[in-house]
Each structure stands twice: as C-alpha cells, then as structure tokens.
C-alpha cells in the first residue's frame, strides 16, 4: 500500500501530498469538517456511488423486464390491401363474408378486378412453458443482487477514500504547525545572531547562513499551507461539493488501536459479488440446456375484414397452442454451454486470486501498522532528545562557545522529528483504515 511520503530539503523535510490539486492556499473560505461528516457526504454525493447506484437500477430493470415469460404479449394492427390476383382475391371476399353465387362465375373467378380489403387485427400470444426463460429469469435476479453488492462495495472503499483525504489534510496542519515552530526558531536565532553581528561578535556568513535557513523554512511553510488547499479540494472533490473551500479538521487525533489478529471475511461484498456472478453463470447455463426442451406456448386473434376503410363487417377468431421443439441447431447450444462454462471456471480462478492477493495485503499493512507503531515511539524519543539538544546549544550559542552551523542543524534536526512523527502517525492510521476496509464484511 503506497503511504505519501515526505522529501527531505535544506531544512529537512518538504511535504509532498499526492491529491489533485488545482488551487494555491490563496483560497479565503473555511470551514470545519469532521471525519464522519465527510463520509456521510462522500456516500452520498460522490459520482462513484451515483454511477453505481444506476447500475443498479439498470440490472433491476433488466430484472424487470423478463416478467415477459408469464405475461401475455397483445398486438393491434390495421391494414389496407387491394389486389386483382384471383386466389387473394377470392379470399378477401370470403374473410369479408360477401361471397354470393356471381363470385362463382368462372370469368370472374379467373380475372377479377381490383378487390380491397381492410382489416382489423388484435393477436395475443402467452407464454407458457418455456424453462430455459425461468433460468434467465433467476440468472436476472441474481445480476440485480450483484450490483447492490458493488455498490456497497463502492461506498466501503469511498469510506476509505475519504479517510486517507482527511488524514492527509490532518498531515498538512501537522506539517505548517511544524514548520511555523522551526520559523519561530529559526528567526530567533537571525535576531540573535544579526544583534551579535551588529557589535562585531559573529562573521557575516554566520548571519547569512541564518538568513538562507529561514528563507528556507519560510518557503517551505508556503508549500506546506498549498498543501492544505489540495488536500481539501481533493475531500471536496470526494464529497461532491465545490472546490475552494479551506477545511480544518475537528478530529484531531485519529491513532486508533489496531486488531493484529483480524483476517479477511469470507462474506465480504466484493466477495459475495463475485460468487453470485458464478451462481449467475451457473443459471446462465442450465438456460442453455433447457432451450433444448420443448416450448409450450398459446396464441390468438380476433379480426374485421371490411371491403370499406373504416368498415367492421366480418369478424373471426382463431386461437391455438403450439409446442415446438428445437431438434438440432449445428451444435451452436453444445458450443455456447462450453464457452459459458469457461467463463464460469474464469470467474471462480478470479474470485480466488482475489482472496489470495486481498491475504497478501493485509499481511503486508499489519507489517506496515507495526513499523509505524515502532517508528511512533522512536520519533517521540528522537523529539525529546533534539529539542534538550537545541536547548543546549542554543544556552552555548549566546555564551559564544557553539557556531551557527550547530544550531541551525540542532533546529533542522528537531524539525525533522516531528515530521517523522507526523509522518507516522498518519502511516499507521492510514494503514488502520486500510485494514479495516481489507476486514470489512457485510451485514
């Protein structure tokens, strides 16, 4: 798992957050957002959970749509026809019901003239056994489950997300606390030392490398406060709201306490996802083997036959049931239940390599929490140690026993171990939101 990594400068350290940035700290709006706050309006306005939630109702509808199999299909036409051949001819009388003993009349019946008809026509058909459509249909029913189960999916990784964001943002307060501290010093220090070289006690490089140290700090400070406007683009960006808005966080400390014993949950949604993407499969394929059996399925129509546009002289119905059997179809069904087979065996090796590689990172972000942890106690060892250090030789500074290079590095020093401490605190609690999504299952 990548954790956003510091680079070291003349002072010692320079932030680099990795978010997508567009605005400078230039930005003026503030306002305070919790960590639960941005969650809540990440899941709820984030494009991510939108496009997945109308997957959704795409696969409900598509879902929908095979009712087909129970419900009757109905058809209304009308049409107009006119014709001289004698067999359709001879016919659309006898629809009209107007055939009279002229009709018979050899000449006629052999040559007649132009005859129209206009016709009327209500056909229904129903469905009624067809097995391989009731396979589909719970092949459908499956694809609508699996699509609420990426989208919870979705939001658990948003949670995520959004958690890195706010730890990042929680870095680059951490970060200018840091740098305005070592500013504080540092410019001390210039006071101190432009005083002494005002009564001819210091050099001039001395005062000058003091100089380029706060120089330094004070334009790494402006990197440092950029970075909190990225860092709350970037939440806003999460939370589908506007960019250029300062956020300042509410949580302060979010070093939780890590379960070193927490494994990966078999009933993970991306999980259950994809085991219900091979139940669909299966279905899939039994459909397949059904439309190999028979098919049972009724009709009917009801029709007006009218020598007139608009007339409804003769009626007639006709109704019937058909059972049809597909006997042989080139081996295209053996074919496509091999082919359906495959892909099912792909989605079980997928589902497996999922697992393993899901195994993998939680092993290696336990490992990540650990190192973290121990780094969390040496930094704040190394902190105590380095501001006695600067004490020290800020007391031997002014009495003139230390130059100004051992302060300025006693003070990049101490700057250093706080952002090592800053750094992994948040590594540990990044990796403790990554194990929870790692870890998460579903209710």
């Given at each position: 798992?990548?954790?956003?990594?510091?680079?070291?400068?003349?002072?010692?350290?320079?932030l680099?957050?990795?978010?997508?940035?567009?605005?400078?700290?230039?930005?003026?709006?503030?306002?305070?957002?919790?960590?639960?706050?941005?969650?809540?309006?990440?899941?709820?306005?984030?494009?991510?959970?939108?496009?997945?939630?109308?997957?959704?109702?795409?696969?409900?509808?598509?879902?929908k749509?095979?009712?087909?199999?129970?419900?009757?299909?109905?058809?209304?036409s009308?049409?107009?026809?006119?014709?001289?051949?004698p067999?359709?001819?001879?016919?659309?009388?006898?629809?009209?019901?107007?055939?009279?003993?002229a009709?018979?009349?050899?000449?006629?019946?052999?040559?007649?003239n132009?005859?129209?008809?206009?016709t009327?026509?209500?056909?229904?058909?129903?469905?009624?056994?067809?097995?391989?459509?009731?396979?589909?249909?719970?092949?459908?029913?499956?694809?609508?489950e699996?699509y609420?189960l990426?989208?919870t999916?979705?939001k658990?990784?948003?949670?995520?997300?959004?958690?890195?964001?706010?730890?990042?943002?929680?870095?680059?307060?951490?970060?200018?606390?840091?740098?305005?501290?070592?500013?504080?010093?540092?410019?001390?220090?210039?006071?101190?030392?432009?005083?002494h070289y005002?009564?001819?006690?210091?050099?001039?490089?001395?005062?000058?490398?003091?100089?380029?140290?706060?120089n330094?700090?004070?334009?790494?400070?402006?990197?440092?406060?950029?970075?909190?406007?990225?860092?709350?683009?970037?939440?806003?960006?999460?939370?589908?709201?506007?960019?250029?808005?300062?956020?300042?966080?509410?949580?302060?400390?979010?070093?939780?306490?890590?379960?070193?014993?927490?494994?990966?949950a078999?009933?993970?949604?991306?999980?259950?996802?994809?085991?219900?993407?091979?139940?669909?499969?299966?279905?899939?394929?039994q459909?397949?083997?059904?439309?190999?059996?028979?098919?049972?399925?009724?009709?009917?129509?009801?029709?007006?036959?009218?020598?007139r546009?608009?007339?409804?002289?003769?009626?007639?119905?006709?109704?019937?049931?058909?059972?049809?059997?597909?006997i042989?179809?080139?081996?295209?069904?053996?074919?496509?239940?091999?082919?359906?087979?495959?892909?099912?065996?792909?989605?079980?090796e997928?589902?497996?390599?999922?697992?393993?590689e899901?195994?993998?990172?939680l092993?290696?972000?336990?490992?990540?929490?650990?190192?973290?942890?121990?780094?969390?106690?040496?930094?704040?060892?190394?902190?105590?140690?380095?501001?006695?250090?600067?004490?020290?030789l800020?007391?031997?500074?002014?009495?003139?026993?230390?130059?100004?290079?051992?302060?300025?590095?006693?003070?990049?020093?101490?700057?250093?171990?706080?952002?090592?401490?800053?750094?992994?605190?948040?590594?540990?609690?990044?990796?403790?939101?990554?194990?929870?999504?790692?870890?998460?299952?579903?209710?």
């Open positions: 798992m990548g954790f956003t990594k510091h680079l070291m400068g003349s002072l010692g350290i320079i680099s957050i990795g978010l997508l940035a567009t605005n400078s700290f230039a930005q003026t709006n503030t306002s305070p957002l919790s960590l639960a706050d941005a969650i809540s309006k990440a899941t709820q306005n984030n494009r991510a959970v939108t496009l997945a939630k109308l997957d959704e109702q795409v696969a409900a509808y598509n879902y749509q095979t009712d087909a199999i129970y419900l009757p299909q109905v058809g209304l009308y049409t107009a026809m006119s014709t001289n051949n067999l359709n001819a001879f016919g659309f009388k006898l629809q009209q019901k107007s055939i009279s003993l009709d018979f009349n050899p000449d006629l019946l052999n040559h007649p132009g005859t129209p008809d206009f009327t026509k209500l056909e229904v058909q129903q469905p009624l056994i067809n097995m391989d459509m009731l396979y589909m249909r719970k092949g459908a029913a499956m694809q609508a699996i609420q990426k989208t999916r979705t658990e990784y948003l949670a995520f997300a959004v958690k890195k964001a706010y730890l990042q943002l929680q870095l680059a307060y951490n970060a200018v606390s840091v740098l305005e501290d070592a500013k504080k010093t540092t410019k001390a220090v210039y006071l101190f030392t432009d005083n005002k009564q001819g006690l210091v050099q001039k490089s001395d005062l000058l490398n003091v100089q380029v140290q706060l330094t700090v004070e334009s790494n400070l402006v990197k440092a406060k950029s970075n909190i406007g990225n860092a709350s683009d970037y939440l806003s960006l999460l939370m589908g709201q506007a960019t250029g808005i300062i956020y300042t966080v509410t949580d302060n400390s979010m070093d939780a306490n890590t379960d070193s014993t927490a494994m990966i078999s009933n993970r949604s991306d999980f259950i996802a994809m085991q219900k993407a091979i139940e669909a499969s299966n279905l899939m394929i459909s397949t083997k059904m439309s190999e059996l028979p098919k049972l399925n009724a009709f009917g129509s009801f029709q007006l036959n009218d020598s546009m608009l007339g409804f002289g003769a009626n007639a119905y006709l109704i019937g049931a058909q059972l049809s059997w597909d042989f179809k080139g081996y295209r069904t053996k074919n496509t239940i091999a082919t359906q087979t495959l892909e099912r065996n792909k989605l079980s997928q589902l497996s390599q999922q697992k393993e899901s195994a993998l990172e092993s290696k972000t336990k490992r990540d929490i650990a190192d973290a942890t121990s780094e969390i106690t040496t930094q704040k060892s190394g902190i105590n140690q380095a501001e006695e250090a600067l004490r020290i800020q007391n031997r500074y002014e009495q003139g026993l230390v130059n100004t290079t051992d302060v300025l590095q006693a003070t990049t020093q101490l700057s250093q171990q706080k952002f090592g401490l800053a750094q992994a605190v948040f590594n540990k609690n990044v990796g403790t939101a990554y194990q929870q999504f790692l870890t998460a299952s579903s209710k």
